[in-house]
């Protein structure tokens, strides 16, 4: 069963627009989500992350929504750029638990930014 | 070197081949994961290392064997492999046991089965 659903799966998105992409868990004990950015020939690399805390956070472009009752969050890019080109995966944890910080991965989106 | 690294980046090897992956993080981390990364599958969490001792075995075929020396090196040992185990094998570390989740991953090993 997937514990993080990730959605679209691909993306174009215009030089200059909001890219946005969304995830939803279920299990409720989840307390720590990342988001992960992946260019080709490379490992994913921690790009933002928010604890459920507060509702939003931002880094510069890039901002994640927090929805704890529905049990969704999500990854806006905004001013997108042909460099944020890559997959981004969403991911989840619950701090406690018996694998400290085994992280559940959405199946990625496909992000690609015309010039 | 910075970062977690991982080598071989490519291995090309025969189904009845034995062949190692190892991965090394410079971070002072304290946990340590195997991934593996699919075409059109999301990131399979494989073995979980805390302080060298495994915590987890997410179900894995015994042709996948992990060793964990100590807190800063990881090894893959590889064995009798079939062509649906081609995928990118990527290492990660994490400080957990302090409280910080954030994992680091290696750039991978892309290995290919023939």
């Known amino acids: 069963q997937q514990q993080v659903k990730q959605s679209p799966q691909s993306l174009i998105v215009q030089k200059g627009g909001i890219s946005i992409i969304n995830c939803a868990y279920e299990?409720?004990?989840?307390?720590?989500f990342p988001w992960y950015q992946q260019f080709p020939g490379k490992g994913p690399a921690l790009l933002i992350a928010?604890?459920?805390?507060?509702s939003e956070k931002k880094e510069g472009r890039f901002t994640i929504s927090f929805n704890k009752s529905a049990k969704q969050f999500s990854l806006h890019i905004m001013d997108s750029q042909p460099g944020d080109s890559a997959t981004y995966f969403c991911?989840?944890?619950?701090?406690?638990?018996?694998?400290?910080?085994?992280?559940?991965f959405g199946r990625g989106t496909q992000l690609t930014v015309w010039p | 070197e910075t970062g977690v690294t991982q080598t071989p980046r490519h291995l090309v090897m025969g189904m009845t081949n034995k062949k190692s992956l190892k991965c090394e993080q410079h971070?002072?981390?304290?946990?340590m994961y195997w991934y593996k990364q699919s075409a059109k599958k999301p990131l399979e969490l494989m073995f979980v290392?805390?302080?060298?001792?495994?915590?987890e075995n997410n179900s894995v075929p015994s042709r996948f064997s992990p060793e964990c020396p100590n807190s800063s090196h990881l090894f893959l040992h590889l064995h009798t492999l079939q062509p649906e185990d081609s995928a990118l094998y990527l290492c990660?570390?994490?400080?957990?046991?302090?409280?910080?989740?954030?994992?680091?991953f290696g750039p991978g090993t892309r290995l290919t089965v023939t």
């Open positions: 990660a570390s994490s400080q957990a046991l302090t409280g910080q989740y954030e994992q680091y």
């Open positions: 299990n409720t004990a989840f307390d720590y």
């Open positions: 928010i604890r459920p805390d507060v």
């Open positions: 991911a989840a944890t619950a701090r406690r638990g018996s694998t400290l910080g085994r992280l559940y």
């Open positions: 971070l002072g981390h304290n946990a």
């Open positions: 290392y805390n302080f060298k001792e495994q915590t």
